[in-house]
C-alpha cells in the first residue's frame, strides 16, 4: 500500500509519539485527506509486524460500517470484524475489531484486550462527559496495562470547549497536522470557491441553548428572504451539477425543497434525523448517481457522508460550532476527474463568524469554568420565566412571535472561504455623501460614502490634514489629483467647499475588495465621471458624521 507523502509523515508521527512519549497522541488531517488508507497501514503493521490486536472505533454506527468496509476494501488480507449493536454483529476473536463505543463500552472482557485503540472523527468525543471512553479504557488497561490511544480528526476541537486534547483528556497532545490550504495547493483536495453577499443575517435576538443557536428560532424565517435565497443559490450555482444544502430545521428544509422543486420543476431531496434508513439510502444513492441534483439535509449529511461529486455546498444556516462549519464546507473537499471545483455558498454569515475554513477562529473554554448561565425570558401572558430557547410557553402555551429578521440572508456571502481567497466586484454609484469625520480628537478626515444599492453603502476616509509624507496625505493628494485640477486642499473644510462648487469629478462605479482577513470591505478602484455642469454640486453633502467604524 502507497501512502502519500502527508499521510507517511502522519504515520511516523503517531509511531514516534507512541515510542517517545506515555500519553495519547492525535493526528489532524482534513476532510477527504484519506485517513482511511493511513488506518489500515497502521493496524497492518500492528497486526503483521508486532502481532497485537486493533480496536478502531467510532460514535456513529454509519461511520462503523464505512470503517469496517473500507478497511476490508484497502486491505483484503486483513481479518477484520465488527462489533456494533445496530449493525447486529459481535465479533471478539479478530485481529481488527471495528465498533461503536455505545456498544461496546461496558463490553471490553467480552472483545477482549487490545494494544492499540483508534478514535475514528476524535472530535466526537465529550470534553466533559466523556465516561464511556474513560470507562471503556480502564477496562481495556485492566487486561493490557500497556494499551495505547490514538485519535484520528480534522477538526481537533468542540463547540463549546476548544481544543480536545488537553492533559486530563482522553487525547493529550496532537502530533501532527497537516492543513487544508497545503492540500489544496497539491491537488489533494478539491478547490474552493466562493461568490455572492453585501450583508450578513441579524442573530441578536436567536437565543443560545448549549452553545448553539436554538433550532426553533433559525427555523423562524420570512418567505421572502427564504425565497431569495433559493433564486440567489440557483443563480449562482446553475452551472453546478450536485448542490448540497444544510438547511436549519424541518420546516426550513421542507420549505427550502419547496422552492427549489416551484423554480427548478425538478426532484429535491431531502433527509432530516427522522427520514427512514430506506429512504435515506435512496435519496443519497441518487445524488451520488448524478440523477438527483440538489439534495438538502437537517444535521445528517456532515461527518462521515462522502459524496465526491459535489460540486456546490450551501449553508442556508448559521452555527455556532467551528467543527459543525469545518465539516459541512468539508463536503465539498473531495476530488472527481469531472470537477474543477466547489463553490461554497454562506447564506449563515458562517465565515465573518469563524473566520476562512483554513484558519478557523477557536475560542476555548478552560475545563472546570462553568458555561454561561441559560437564558431566560418572561412570558407576557401568564408573566412565568421560562428559557429563552422557548417558542411556545410551557405553561400557558404563548406562541412567541417570531424574530423580526430572518436567521440567514437572501444573499450568500462574498467573503472567501479559504484565506487565500480575495473576491473583487464593481458596483455601480447611485450617490456619493461628502463629510467631515471627527472620531476621538483624532485628525479629522473627509469621509465619502457611496451608495450602491437600496441600503448598502461604502466609504473611504480622504486625510487632507494629515502630515505631509505620510501615506494618509500622499492617499489623499493621489486621490484628490484623479479628481479635481484645483491644488489639493490643505483641509477638509476647503475639500468640501471645493466638492460643493462642483469642481470634483464623481465616481461612477467602484471596485469593492473581500478579503477574509480584513474586518471590512475595501474600495479598491474607481471608473471616475464627467464634471457637473454650472458648478453644480456632483452629489449631495453630509452636514458631519460620527462614526466609530473606521479603520484609523
Not at 291 to 298: A, C, F, K, T
Not at 364 to 375: L, V
Not at 495 to 521: N, R
Request: some cysteine.
Amino acid at each position: 500500500m502507497e501512502l502519500r507523502y502527508y499521510q507517511q509523515d502522519a504515520k511516523a508521527a503517531i509511531y514516534e509519539a507512541l515510542r517517545t512519549r506515555d500519553d495519547n497522541p492525535c493526528a489532524v488531517l482534513p476532510t477527504a485527506a484519506g485517513k482511511t488508507p493511513m488506518l489500515t497501514s497502521i493496524c497492518i503493521d500492528a497486526t503483521s509486524m508486532w502481532n497485537g490486536r486493533v480496536n478502531v472505533i467510532s460514535h456513529v454506527q454509519e461511520l462503523v460500517s464505512q470503517a469496517a468496509r473500507t478497511l476490508g476494501q484497502w486491505a483484503p488480507s486483513l481479518d477484520v470484524g465488527v462489533y456494533s449493536a445496530g449493525l447486529k454483529r459481535r465479533d471478539c476473536n479478530q485481529p481488527v475489531i471495528v465498533s461503536g463505543i455505545q456498544s461496546v463500552w461496558r463490553k471490553a472482557p467480552d472483545v477482549g484486550p487490545f494494544d492499540l485503540v483508534i478514535v475514528d472523527e476524535a472530535h466526537l468525543i465529550n470534553f466533559e462527559d466523556d465516561g464511556m471512553y474513560r470507562s471503556y479504557l480502564h477496562d481495556l488497561k485492566v487486561m493490557n496495562p500497556l494499551t495505547r490511544v490514538v485519535g484520528l480528526t480534522a477538526t481537533p476541537y468542540r463547540l463549546k470547549e476548544g481544543p480536545i486534547c488537553s492533559p486530563e483528556g482522553v487525547l493529550n497532545h496532537i502530533c501532527y497536522e497537516v492543513g487544508v490550504l497545503e492540500l489544496i495547493e497539491k491537488d489533494y483536495l478539491s478547490k474552493l470557491v466562493s461568490k455572492g453577499c453585501k450583508s450578513q443575517p441579524d442573530l441578536s435576538n436567536v437565543k443560545v441553548r448549549g452553545g448553539e443557536f436554538c433550532a426553533g428560532e433559525l427555523e423562524m424565517e420570512t418567505d421572502l428572504v427564504v425565497e431569495a435565497a433559493c433564486v440567489e443559490l440557483l443563480t449562482l450555482a446553475q452551472d453546478r451539477r450536485s448542490i448540497l444544502v444544510f438547511a436549519a430545521g424541518i420546516m426550513h428544509g421542507e420549505h427550502v425543497c419547496e422552492i427549489l422543486q416551484e423554480i427548478t420543476g425538478a426532484p429535491v431531496g431531502f433527509i432530516h434525523g427522522k427520514t427512514s434508513t430506506a429512504e435515506r439510502d435512496r435519496l443519497i444513492d441518487a445524488f451520488k448517481s448524478g440523477s438527483l441534483r440538489i439534495l438538502v439535509n437537517v444535521n445528517v449529511l456532515t461527518t462521515g457522508f462522502d459524496a465526491p461529486n459535489i460540486d456546490c455546498v450551501a449553508l442556508m444556516r448559521a452555527t455556532l460550532s467551528p467543527g459543525l462549519y469545518y465539516q459541512m464546507v468539508g463536503r465539498g473537499f473531495r476530488k472527481q476527474p469531472s470537477k474543477r471545483d466547489c463553490l461554497i455558498l454562506d447564506f449563515g454569515g458562517n465565515i465573518v463568524r469563524h473566520g476562512p475554513v483554513d484558519q478557523i477562529k477557536i475560542k476555548p473554554r478552560k475545563r472546570g469554568e462553568a458555561p454561561a448561565a441559560a437564558p431566560v425570558k418572561a412570558c407576557p401572558q401568564c408573566l412565568d420565566f421560562i428559557p429563552a430557547g422557548c417558542v411556545v410557553c410551557p405553561v400557558c402555551n404563548y406562541v412567541f412571535p417570531p424574530p423580526e429578521k430572518p436567521p440567514h440572508d437572501s444573499q450568500a456571502s462574498k467573503l472567501g472561504v479559504l484565506s487565500t481567497s480575495v473576491a473583487t466586484e464593481w458596483r455601480v454609484v447611485q450617490d456619493a455623501r461628502y463629510s467631515l469625520h471627527e472620531k476621538g480628537g483624532k485628525t479629522p478626515s473627509m469621509k465619502v460614502e457611496y451608495q450602491v444599492g437600496l441600503e448598502e453603502y461604502y466609504s473611504e476616509w480622504i486625510c487632507f490634514q494629515h502630515d505631509d509624507g505620510t501615506f494618509a496625505r500622499n492617499k489623499a493628494v493621489g486621490w484628490w489629483r484623479k479628481r479635481s485640477s484645483r491644488p489639493v486642499p490643505e483641509s477638509v473644510a476647503e475639500a468640501l467647499e471645493l466638492v460643493e462648487d462642483g469642481e470634483v469629478m464623481t465616481s461612477s462605479e467602484i471596485q469593492i475588495k473581500y478579503d477574509p482577513g480584513s474586518k471590512f470591505p475595501e474600495i479598491v478602484n474607481h471608473k471616475l465621471g464627467p464634471m457637473n455642469p454650472d458648478g453644480a454640486a456632483p452629489k449631495r453633502l453630509a452636514d458631519h458624521w460620527e462614526d466609530d467604524e473606521i479603520p484609523f
